[in-house]
């Protein structure tokens, strides 16, 4: 199959207090606001090629509202569409909007909902913001927090090998790895990627009867340094570290995990290999192996397998967050030493 994606373009997440998201992403993660429309903030990294890559909407519940993949071409945005018509799932033009062009939006087999464009507005910094360097979409933030890019999105699925093979057959993303459970097996995660990264989409196994969720979005720094003085930087400022920072076995990226204010979980990453293998055979790996932590020493925690939306009737607290974890989850702003 021709190559018809290029990379994570930008993603719209929902929250049910904008403001209080904008806010965190902003002055705690040096994210940079650049637009605001019917209630909708757009946010963008120093580093993104495009003009924005997070869109806060307003929603009663933190969930993923869209995820956007630019296609390499015009021509591959076509072939992308009818591809996805010729699985069964019908979906619908678009004008576009702010920062892209015509597109075609749907919604996958397993709930998510996916915009495709080729045509998008490149970032133009305003004065005063234009980087130095040529190739430096804008100067680099002075927050020592912020992420160079948007890296990925993970999603949750009741069946992750499907969800790896539709989005492999139909659109071609490469599946670089899965892990199986070592009593059973159970599929509970998988990586998929349109580029050399080891993953721009991931899947973890939902248990829950609920389609469409998200696990938590990621996004980039350069260095193991800068990644390590984020976590200083939020701890210090009041947001606890859900698990890392540490390695993941498969990638072999450095992680962060924490939440933003309205639960959702968000990823920092840095290092990690680069495949360019185009015919990657995955490997199945288990937990014990060093899937998530490398090193083998240090169970996930087990609040780390909510996603969302919360499934349905349960809380924050319910669905996966251990005891110690109960009040930084469901109240980020609460935890001491928050200024
Ligand atoms: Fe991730």
């Given at each position: 199959m021709e190559k018809l994606l290029a990379h994570v373009s930008h993603l719209?997440?929902?929250?049910?207090?904008?403001?209080?998201?904008?806010?965190?992403?902003?002055?705690?993660?040096?994210?940079?606001?650049?637009?605001?429309?019917?209630?909708?903030?757009?946010?963008?990294?120093?580093?993104?090629?495009?003009?924005?890559?997070?869109?806060l909407v307003p929603g009663d519940e933190p969930g993923l509202h869209m995820m956007a993949w630019r296609t390499t071409s015009a021509e591959a945005l076509e072939a992308a569409a009818g591809r996805i018509e010729d699985s069964g799932i019908t979906g619908s033009w678009t004008e576009g909007g702010y920062g892209y062009g015509r597109a075609y939006e749907f919604v996958g087999p397993y709930g998510h909902p996916m915009r495709l464009v080729w045509e998008v507005e490149k970032y133009e910094a305003p004065k005063g913001l234009a980087s130095i360097y040529p190739d430096r979409p804008e100067k680099r933030s002075r927050h020592s927090a912020a992420p160079r890019f948007l890296d990925h999105v993970t999603v949750a699925s009741q069946d992750?090998?499907?969800?790896?093979?539709?989005y492999s057959d139909v659109l071609g993303f490469r599946t670089m790895a899965f892990t199986d459970l070592e009593e059973a097996p159970i599929t509970?995660?998988?990586?998929?990627?349109?580029?050399?990264?080891?993953?721009?989409?991931?899947?973890?196994?939902?248990?829950?009867?609920r389609a469409g969720r998200v696990n938590h979005i990621a996004?980039?720094?350069?260095?193991?340094?800068?990644?390590?003085?984020?976590?200083?930087?939020?701890?210090?400022?009041?947001?606890?570290?859900?698990?890392?920072?540490?390695?993941?076995?498969?990638g072999e990226q450095n992680f962060l995990y924490f939440r933003e204010p309205s639960a959702l979980r968000v990823e920092l990453n840095s290092g990690g290999y680069r495949n360019y293998v185009p015919d990657w055979t995955a490997n199945t790996w288990t937990p014990s192996q060093g899937s998530n932590n490398f090193y083998r020493n240090g169970a996930m925690p087990?609040?780390?397998?909510?996603?969302?939306?919360?499934?349905?009737?349960?809380?924050?607290?319910?669905?996966?967050?251990?005891?110690?974890?109960?009040?930084?989850?469901?109240?980020?702003?609460?935890?001491?030493?928050?200024?």
């Amino acid at each position: 199959m021709e190559k018809l994606l290029a990379h994570v373009s930008h993603l719209e997440i929902t929250s049910p207090d904008v403001e209080a998201s904008a806010r965190f992403y902003v002055e705690d993660f040096g994210l940079r606001e650049v637009r605001r429309e019917n209630g909708r903030v757009y946010l963008r990294c120093w580093g993104d090629y495009d003009s924005y890559s997070l869109v806060l909407v307003p929603g009663d519940e933190p969930g993923l509202h869209m995820m956007a993949w630019r296609t390499t071409s015009a021509e591959a945005l076509e072939a992308a569409a009818g591809r996805i018509e010729d699985s069964g799932i019908t979906g619908s033009w678009t004008e576009g909007g702010y920062g892209y062009g015509r597109a075609y939006e749907f919604v996958g087999p397993y709930g998510h909902p996916m915009r495709l464009v080729w045509e998008v507005e490149k970032y133009e910094a305003p004065k005063g913001l234009a980087s130095i360097y040529p190739d430096r979409p804008e100067k680099r933030s002075r927050h020592s927090a912020a992420p160079r890019f948007l890296d990925h999105v993970t999603v949750a699925s009741q069946d992750v090998r499907g969800f790896a093979s539709w989005y492999s057959d139909v659109l071609g993303f490469r599946t670089m790895a899965f892990t199986d459970l070592e009593e059973a097996p159970i599929t509970v995660f998988s990586v998929l990627t349109t580029n050399e990264k080891s993953h721009d989409l991931g899947v973890v196994l939902d248990t829950s009867e609920r389609a469409g969720r998200v696990n938590h979005i990621a996004f980039w720094v350069d260095a193991h340094e800068d990644l390590l003085r984020t976590a200083d930087i939020l701890m210090e400022w009041g947001t606890p570290m859900e698990y890392g920072p540490s390695i993941h076995g498969i990638g072999e990226q450095n992680f962060l995990y924490f939440r933003e204010p309205s639960a959702l979980r968000v990823e920092l990453n840095s290092g990690g290999y680069r495949n360019y293998v185009p015919d990657w055979t995955a490997n199945t790996w288990t937990p014990s192996q060093g899937s998530n932590n490398f090193y083998r020493n240090g169970a996930m925690p087990h609040s780390m397998t909510e996603s969302f939306p919360l499934a349905e009737g349960l809380t924050a607290t319910e669905e996966g967050a251990p005891d110690e974890m109960k009040e930084a989850l469901l109240n980020p702003y609460a935890v001491p030493g928050r200024g």
